[in-house]
T-cell receptor
Framework: EDQVTQSPEALRLQEGESSSLNCSYT??????LFWYRQDPGKGPEFLFT???AGEEKEKERLKATLTKKESFLHITAPKPEDSATYLC?????????????FGKGTKLSVKP | DAGVTQSPTHLIKTRGQHVTLRCSPI?????VSWYQQVLGQGPQFIFQ???????GRGNFPDRFSARQFPNYSSELNVNALLLGDSALYLC???????????FGPGTRLTVT
């Protein structure tokens, strides 16, 4: 059964304090791994897609990396506006293209 | 460009009632997926439609149904509402050449 586990559940950082969020996954065949940002009461906002181990993508203070079993979302020198829940999702070749399997998310709080 | 739109924004229903949620995808996107997100959890896949045909279905009871119209908009219907159906219902659209799903703002359904 496909599974996605994110850790930690919650993370509190001081502004400027870099850290990483983890997403470990189990799928029979990975079509893609996706990172989203979600603000309270809003829909998830697309950040990155990673397709194969060794791939990396960057956007402002965020950098996503992928191995065969997990992905990391690195946050460099975070700012209070980076506070949100970060969701990781995978798509399995065996499932329908529309079926993303999500983890529970990591709630990030960045204090000034 | 307009993103994914959903209506209504909020909805309060009574147990046993029926509800219809609506979604318009990004212009040019032909695939729509529906997700349910309960508080503190990641979104859970309900349905995917592509070119008006159902392409995938998650583990939800038959009380949940959906359809897609010729203009690629979609409706999610839920019959015989239960208290446990209270959640944020998300719609996502996918373009023809990528796997990324772009989410709408969601419809917050409260069942009393």
């Amino acid at each position: 059964e496909d599974q996605v586990t994110q850790s930690p559940e919650a993370l509190r950082l001081q502004e400027g304090e870099s850290s990483s969020l983890n997403c470990s996954y189990t799928v029979s065949g990975l079509r893609g791994l996706f990172w989203y940002r979600q603000d309270p009461g809003k829909g998830p906002e697309f950040l990155f897609t990673l397709y194969s181990a060794g791939e990396e993508k960057e956007k402002e203070r965020l950098k996503a990396t992928l191995t065969k079993k997990e992905s990391f979302l690195h946050i460099t020198a975070p700012k209070p506006e980076d506070s949100a829940t970060y969701l990781c999702a995978v798509q399995d070749y065996g499932g329908s293209q529309g079926n993303l399997i999500f983890g529970k998310g990591t709630k990030l709080s960045v204090k000034p | 460009d307009a993103g994914v739109t959903q209506s209504p924004t909020h909805l309060i229903k009574t147990r046993g009632q029926h509800v219809t949620l609506r979604c318009s995808p990004i212009s040019g996107h032909k695939s729509v997926s529906w997700y349910q997100q309960v508080l503190g959890q990641g979104p859970q896949f309900i349905f995917q439609y592509y070119e008006k045909e159902e392409r995938g279905r998650g583990n939800f009871p038959d009380r949940f149904s959906a359809r897609q119209f010729p203009n690629y908009s979609s409706e999610l219907n839920v019959n015989a509402l239960l208290l446990g159906d209270s959640a944020l219902y998300l719609c996502a659209s996918t373009g023809p050449s990528a796997y990324e799903q772009y989410f709408g703002p969601g419809t917050r359904l409260t069942v009393t």
